[in-house]
């Protein structure tokens, strides 16, 4: 994790495999550094990482991540080597549950959505 003071903006670059327990532990991280910032937007990169999510963790990851700490005032950009099924899913399911999420294939595209008001 690293804070952009520039962009006020936490940048998160994964690798790997993520399953449910490290992406609890990452989430644990990334509201303790977002608070210690006052900040309230975040890169998530996750062009090197796979995911080891089934359907149904993929649907409780909202919920999951409100009960860490993650606000519906932040936004947050999600970035991935490939925009598939999965993706789309769970994006759907964050902007259902009224978070303010969107992913991208282009962390330049990503950067604009976030400078954005």
């Not at 975040?42 to 991540?65: G, K, S, W």
């Not at 902007?95 to 604009?112: H, L, M, T």
Request: proline share 1%; with cysteine.
């Amino acid at each position: 994790m690293e804070y952009l003071a520039a962009e006020n903006t936490l940048y998160i670059k994964t690798k790997g495999v993520l399953t449910s327990e490290s992406a609890n532990k990452m989430v644990k991280e990334a509201v303790q550094v977002m608070g210690l910032h006052q900040c309230s937007k975040q890169i998530v990169d996750h062009r090197e990482t796979t995911f080891a999510f089934n359907l149904l963790e993929y649907y409780e990851r909202p919920t999951i991540n409100e009960q860490i700490g993650i606000s519906h005032l932040w936004k947050i950009a999600m970035i991935f080597k490939e925009l598939n099924e999965q993706t789309y899913f769970m994006e759907t399911v964050f902007r259902n549950r009224g978070f303010d999420f969107r992913q991208f294939e282009d962390i330049k595209e990503a950067k604009e959505w976030l400078a954005k008001l």
